[in-house]
């Protein structure tokens, strides 16, 4: 910047020497005024106006792209996206470090040992104590509710079970665990009470909600994340349409479908004002 200042500064004086310093060196034709220039032209012969190339003039495009008329810059997707694996239905893992999963029924490829265990609910496509013995250790926290963890009782699951509520939050190998509510509105399935829960989850700056198994809720609002996993199977939690319209609440910047059953992504994704990643086990 400074450089370039000197370069014009220099380009004037020249400018000006060479017109017989008859004048005072013209800054730009836009400084002066047609009257001004019309005055300077009857009284002597102005200097021809030095020639700045464009590109490298002070250029005003150089600064922040801020205003209303500047072109949309489509951000990179968020970062934790590259790091999700799903692993089928309502099941995904997080590869971070730590390694955290996601209501694991089933599990694909090699399989890893957890860190953390979030499990929303008791229903076995989301609780799985067969598949929790093949990747919890003595050191793996698994986070879910009540129900859950008094069912855990009774198995020989390894790991530290912790129970949260809907609004509570733990905090675990640097990650933050948000329990927020997971129910159904107009069917019967994920009753209110039963405390079924969703999780938001802030890895790396960057936050994921795992929205569980649940219908559109007004408490959805209140979400603030950059990756969203919906349900969009129509029969026990959101159909496409709901789920678009909760993608809305929520505003990601991406959402992923899980839980389809027969559902399909491709017009849930039709459906969506926002950006959809389709992932495949
Ligand atoms: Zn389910």
Redesign the pocket.
Known sequence: MKTHQLWFALLLCLVWIMSGCTSAPTLTPAAQSPTAAAGAAATSTPPPPPTVPAATAEPKSSLPTTGPTQPVVTDAPPAILEHLRYLE??SFRLDGPPTIYFDPTKLQGEVIPADIILISHA?N??YSPAILKQISTAETVIITNETVAAKLKNTTVPGEVRVLKAGEAVTVDEVTIEAVPAYNIGKSYHPKDAGGLGFIVTWGGERLYFAG?TSRIPEMQAIDCDVALL?IDGT??MNVQEAAEAAGDINPKVVVPM?MGNANPEEFRELCNCPVMILKP
């Open positions: 239905h309502a229903h496509d989301h198994d349900p026990y939690t839980h």
